[in-house]
């Protein structure tokens, strides 16, 4: 009998995750709030394993760039910076050129010479439309010190997502 009440417990819970299954919007809809932002440098700190996850940072960059003014900054410090070794134009070239436009729209790319030298690099390895400055993190808190805004731009990016979880969803449907 003392288990009873447990498993009367259980039960309503059961009841209650029953109920609100037929409920698809128990909170009703998103509000949106569509606002213009100030202008806000920032500075976004890469540090990327694998050079196809710049795609990435390209996509992330582009988005923010349309809806929040200022200057854009990119410090690069990881293992993508060989896409960025003319040596590797080749290999990396979609992306290298996507970068290469986001420079020619403003987009300051700086390149770690630590790190640079660390893979073997010498500045006159590097594309002409990158930087090197002296140590990636010390140039970071240097523009955060201008007022720079740091972003850390992690590699995940989001298209196609509802499809993780609902493949059968109509937009998913046409993606395949």
């Given at each position: ?8 417990a259980v039960c309503a819970m059961a009841l209650s995750a029953v ?30 394993y694998k050079p196809q996850e710049l795609n990435a940072l390209y ?118």
């Open positions: 009998m003392k288990s009873l009440p447990a498993c009367l109920a609100h299954a037929g409920n698809l919007e128990p909170y009703g809809t998103a509000k949106k709030d569509m606002h213009p932002y100030p202008a806000i440098n920032r500075v976004y700190d890469v540090n990327y996509h992330f960059i582009v988005n923010v760039n349309k809806v929040v003014p200022g200057k854009t900054v990119v410090v690069l410090h990881g293992a993508e910076i060989r896409a960025f070794a003319k040596e590797n134009y080749v290999k990396y070239q979609p992306i290298v050129d996507e970068m290469a436009g986001l420079a020619r729209h403003g987009v300051e790319f700086r390149m770690c010479n630590n790190a640079m030298h660390a893979a073997g690099f010498r500045a006159r390895d590097i594309d002409g439309f990158i930087t090197v400055i002296p140590a990636g993190f010390a140039e970071i808190i240097y523009l955060e010190s201008k007022g720079y805004r740091y972003i850390n731009p992690l590699p995940t990016p989001v298209k196609d997502s509802r499809c993780l979880d609902n493949p059968k969803a109509r937009v998913c449907r046409h993606r395949r």
